[in-house]
């Protein structure tokens, strides 16, 4: 399976107490799910994946008819939060859960954390 993660950035810069998400490429359907595990800095910038906001709900059919709901995939997001100034280094990685040692996707994103403005 090939996995574009060409949108994810490789640095994101966040205030002391600030936040940011970055969506993830989400690959649900196929037992995948995000993680994110520090390499370094862990107590300059914390990262966590969480879903994103719920989609929309499908439509009902106009004719009345209790056709089963289409398959929606809740987003998943990468959060970080600023705990200190400094840098941080955090691999974002895509697996199965059973099956974690052979990751779908990995990712390296650097964190700087700045002063609040």
Partial sequence: ?????SALPRHVTVAVGGRRE???PSYA???NAWSATPVSGEEVARVSVELGGAPAAPMR???????P???VMVPEVAVVVGLARG???WRLV???SFDPAHPTATHELR??????P
């Fill in 22 to 24: 970055i969506p993830l």
């Fill in 1 to 5: 399976m090939s996995i574009d993660l």
């Fill in 87 to 89: 840098e941080a280094t």
């Fill in 94 to 96: 895509l697996a199965r």
């Fill in 111 to 116: 964190v700087t954390v700045v002063d609040n």
């Fill in 29 to 31: 359907g196929s037992g």
């Fill in 61 to 67: 059919p106009a004719d009345g008819t209790a056709e």
């Fill in 69 to 71: 709901p289409a398959l």
